[in-house]
């Protein structure tokens, strides 16, 4: 992530303040117990990470593998139920848990008894399943009759399927080999089910993408009036099958990031004319399900958002924690955010499940890797989860939570204004339309230098 403005729109997707290649490892590891201590944990996020996938898609850069042996799987669901316990523990009482979600890799990669033992983990670590919003991610293959059954029994509230493209060659082209017939043979069997809410990933500038083949992929999804939509721009990273193919990690081009925004624009407008409303530059909401709850940033897994008759307290990214389950999960309270080692390729991504499955209980009673924010940092990640959403922010809010004022403290968003990007007065700052759509440049431009040069510094694998 470069951070500069006059660059390309799309140098990197923000989804999370710091990213976990600015982690490092936290000696002497801390005790969760003190780590939790003196924190809100009445409205808890819920993260349970299940790294396996029946393929490993063309553009991921998840931490993930495909098809592990069945041993591994098991020893990997017994891992996390000692994980759990362990946790659990470390947190003590007053615990409560306002979302849970559930992802991966591909959550229904496990077959339905496995899954059925998944939401028992989650029941007996204190989530109330079935009062509150549970989102779980799936794929077009593992969509099937008997694992949906399990999501919806067990009180799953919104589905998330990576569709990405409607048309077999593009699917094929993005590195993900499947077809159309599965593709709604899924969407079927969730809708066959009562789950209230479903979200359809698209993705655009995929090679050989047209406004036409866009025009069909987004009628396509349109016709299962998913409640959310998700478009997303395709990247090519390192380490990836897109990156080992074309030798490069999306470097300058500036006819693709031309492409990819007149399809993105195209995308919004459709979405818009459908009843959707925009969110974020990829989240867009059906505008009556808007009131039940916008999407909230998961700061790891995605956004979810949740029907009003769930009961259960509210959460809020900006002010309550997450407590994430897995070794690809992360974990983060005001001032800490921990996890296990990361990595993208798949030699690296093997060797840190085997060492997951290996660890003593006691290991989970620590943090392992991990950055901690300041007082600068805590306002910049404040900043940045709440300016790159369409709403924008009150700046009282900031005032009344950091005690300082925020064109104080980042006078650069006067930057913003400039090109017309930024729009700001006593009630409101935000991204103008031009701005929104250039929030995978305005998102790495705001990475502070000690962020960026973590980031720099941490060697791919």
């Not at 000692?82 to 615990?95: H, M």
């Not at 209230?196 to 069909?216: H, R």
Request: hydrophobic share 35%; glycine share 10%; with cysteine.
């Amino acid at each position: 992530m470069t951070g500069a403005l006059d660059g390309s729109p799309y140098q990197g997707y923000l989804y999370a303040y710091p990213h976990k290649t600015a982690y490092r490892p936290l000696r002497p590891r801390p005790a969760l117990r003190e780590v939790w201590a003196g924190q809100r944990r009445d409205a808890l996020f819920l993260y349970l990470h299940l790294p396996f996938c029946e393929m490993r898609c063309g553009f991921c850069n998840l931490f993930t593998r495909s098809n592990p042996p069945a041993e591994q799987v098991r020893g990997y669901l017994d891992q996390l139920a000692r994980q759990a316990e362990r946790v659990r523990e470390a947190l003590g009482d007053g615990v409560g848990y306002a979302r849970v979600a559930v992802g991966g890799g591909t959550p229904t990669y496990l077959d339905a008894a496995e899954l059925t033992a998944v939401f028992d983990l989650l029941a007996g670590f204190g989530a109330r399943l079935g009062t509150v919003p549970v989102a779980v991610e799936t794929s077009p293959a593992t969509a099937t009759a008997d694992r949906i059954g399990v999501l919806a029994e067990r009180g799953t509230t919104r589905v998330s399927i990576g569709v990405q493209s409607f048309l077999d060659s593009e699917a094929r082209a993005a590195g993900r080999p499947q077809r159309r017939v599965e593709v709604e043979r899924a969407l079927d069997t969730i809708r066959a089910h009562d789950i209230p809410e479903l979200n359809v990933d698209l993705i655009y500038g995929i090679p050989g993408q047209t406004a036409t083949t866009w025009t069909e992929s987004i009628s396509a999804a349109l016709c299962w009036s998913p409640e959310e939509v998700f478009l997303y721009p395709l990247y090519v990273r390192p380490l990836t099958g897109l990156g080992r193919i074309t030798g490069a990690a999306g470097g300058a081009d500036p006819a693709w990031d031309a492409q990819r925004l007149a399809l993105y624009r195209q995308g919004r407008d459709a979405l818009r004319a459908a009843g959707y409303q925009q969110l974020s530059l990829r989240h867009f909401r059906r505008a009556e399900r808007v009131s039940d709850g916008p999407g909230l940033s998961a700061d790891g897994p995605g956004p979810m958002s949740g029907p009003t008759e769930q009961s259960g307290p509210d959460y809020c990214c900006q002010d309550d924690g997450m407590v994430g389950l897995g070794c690809g999960a992360r974990s983060y309270t005001t001032d800490l955010h921990y996890s296990f080692d990361y990595a993208v390729g798949v030699r690296h991504v093997r060797s840190i499940i085997e060492d997951y499955l290996c660890r003593p209980a006691t290991d989970f009673e620590v943090a392992e890797v991990g950055f901690r924010l300041d007082p600068v940092e805590q306002r910049r990640r404040w900043l940045v989860k709440s300016l790159l959403r369409a709403e924008g922010f009150d700046p009282a809010g900031y005032l009344d939570r950091f005690g300082s004022r925020v064109d104080d403290d980042f006078p650069q968003l006067d930057r913003l204004a400039e090109r017309g990007w930024l729009t700001s007065g006593p009630a409101r700052i935000g991204l103008t339309e031009s701005g929104l759509e250039r929030s995978d440049a305005i998102g790495p431009w705001l990475v502070s230098g000690q962020v960026r040069r973590a980031m720099a510094e941490y060697p791919l694998r």
